[in-house]
């Protein structure tokens, strides 16, 4: 059963315009969400986070937003830039739970 | 802050031998530290979790006698790998957590490729 889950494989974006990356989860404990980008043959490298007590995180080109309600969250990245060609990948944490658990990633392609 | 160093990045062995990958945490404690699999175009699979000095709590269909985790210290966690085939060859990555810095988030390291020969 997938918990969390990025139902789009794939993403392509051309440079310049906003790239909208969705997550959607079934467990109404979770009560805090990662975005994490990996290039491959690397680590993830973390991006941003929300707490469920948030409905939008902003840090810089990156926001987050989060609608408890439908259980979707999602990440704008805007404007977009070649560098952000890579794989995203949402995940969720429930309360005195340590592990994350991961969407299946979503490959972002910007087109210049 | 918050740097996971991982060593070997890249690895070959032979089929039937143990290969040691160590996980790092450069500038925070690590009390906890998970160790993830990742297949070709596939997301991440977590095999276990370690806590700082206990024995590591390993996922469903996967053998702890085959995957060795030791987390001696708040700073160093290994995995072994242990009669090591083919199908083992996969990318490793580690990440740690503080649990006392009372935030979610993992700080991952740049991942270790086996390859078994």
């Known amino acids: 059963d997938q918990q969390v889950k990025q139902n789009s494989p794939s993403l392509s974006v051309q440079e310049g315009r906003i790239s909208i990356l969705n997550c959607d989860y079934t467990n109404s404990m979770f009560d805090y969400f990662l975005w994490y980008k990996k290039y491959p043959a690397e680590g993830p490298t973390f991006l941003i986070s929300?707490?469920?007590i948030k409905d939008k995180n902003e840090d810089g080109r990156f926001t987050v937003f989060l609608n408890k309600s439908a259980k979707h969250l999602s990440l704008h990245i805007v404007p977009s830039q070649p560098g952000d060609s890579a794989v995203y990948f949402c995940?969720?944490?429930?309360?005195?739970?340590?592990?994350?658990?991961w969407g299946a990633g979503t490959k972002l392609i910007i087109k210049p | 802050g918050a740097v996971v160093s991982q060593h070997p990045s890249w690895v070959i062995c032979k089929s039937g031998t143990s290969v040691k990958i160590e996980c790092r945490s450069l500038?925070?404690?690590?009390?906890?530290m998970f160790w993830y699999r990742q297949f070709p175009k596939q997301s991440l699979m977590l095999m276990a979790t370690?806590?700082?000095?206990?024995?590591?709590?390993?996922e469903q269909g996967v053998e702890k006698d085959k995957f060795l985790i030791n987390h001696a210290s708040l700073t160093l966690s290994t995995l072994t790998v242990t009669s090591a085939h083919p199908e083992d060859s996969s990318f490793y990555i580690c990440s740690a957590r503080d649990i006392t810095s009372g935030t979610y988030e993992q700080y991952f390291g740049p991942g270790t490729r086996l390859t078994v020969t």
């Open positions: 929300i707490s469920s």
């Open positions: 370690s806590n700082e000095g206990s024995k590591a709590t390993y």
């Open positions: 500038d925070f404690q690590a009390t906890t």
């Open positions: 995940a969720a944490s429930a309360p005195s739970n340590y592990q994350l658990i």
